[in-house]
C-alpha cells in the first residue's frame, strides 16, 4: 500500500456490510467500486449479484486483486488513477460504492457531476468534514459551492460515523458514511451550462458580496459587445429577484440556476 494514495481501508465488517445494505442492489446490477483496495467490499457486492467495475490506483493491489478473484466473471479491474480512466468506460454503472480515500474524496465525486455522469445511487465513506458538507444547508457554516453542486443533483443523506478504529491505517479524523439518491424532482442535465462555474465564482471569496464575487466572475467571461460588467450583474441580480448584498452561503440552488440562466443573455 504506497500511503501517497491517501487509502484507509475499512475493516469493520459490521459497517460494510451496513454500507452495502444502504446501497440497495439487486442481482445483475452495475456498480462502480473506487478504491477496492484488497477486496473485501468488493466481495460483498458479487456475494449480493452484482457486475463490479472496480477503480484502483495502487499497482500493488491491482496484482493481489487479480489472484485473489481470478476467474470471476463479474468483476472487471480498471488499474490507474479513477479521475483519469472512468471517462474512457463506455459502459456507465447504475451504482457508485467506495471508501474514497481522503485527499481526493470529493474532487471525485465533483468530477462525476460537473461531467455529468449520474448514478441512481451513491453510498461512499468519506472524512466527516466532507461528509458535512455534502449535507450542509444554506445559511449554515458547512454549506459551500461542494454543498450546492451535490444537492442540485442528488439527495443527500449522512449515515454511520465511523472511528479511526474502523480502518487500516487508523485515520487521526472521523469518517462518515453518505447515500446520495438523484433526484426526480429536476433534470440534473438540465441546468444552464454556467451553473457550476457560477456556483464555484460565486463561493470564490466567502466575505464578498453575491454582486462583488458575480463581477470578478464575469471578468473572467467573454461578454458581448457593448455589455458593461457592473451592468450585466446588477440586470441578472435584479431579474433573479437576488439581493446584490447577499452572499453565496445564503442561496438556495435555485437561485444559483435563475441567476446562471439569467447570464446566458449576456456571456457567450
Known sequence: MQKKFGQN??????ARKRLIDELGIAPGDAVWEIGPGLGAMTRELLDRGATVTAFEIDQGFVSSLKEIFDGSESLRIVPGDALKTWKKESVRAKFLFGNLPYNVGSVI????????????RVVVTVQREVARRMAAEPGSKDYSSFSVLCSSVYRVSPLLVLK????FPPPHVDSQGVRLDLRD??????YPVLFTPLVRGLFASRRKTVKNN?????????IKDGIHIQDAAESALE?????PRERAENLGIGEFRTLAAALEVYVG
Open 9 to 14: 481501508f475499512l475493516i469493520n465488517p459490521n
Open 109 to 120: 465525486l465533483g468530477d462525476f457531476i460537473e461531467s455529468k455522469c449520474f448514478f441512481s
Open 164 to 167: 479511526g478504529s474502523s480502518f
Open 185 to 190: 424532482d429536476i433534470d440534473p442535465a438540465g
Open 214 to 222: 458575480l463581477q470578478m466572475f464575469l471578468s473572467n467571461r467573454r
Open 239 to 243: 431579474v433573479s429577484g437576488i439581493d
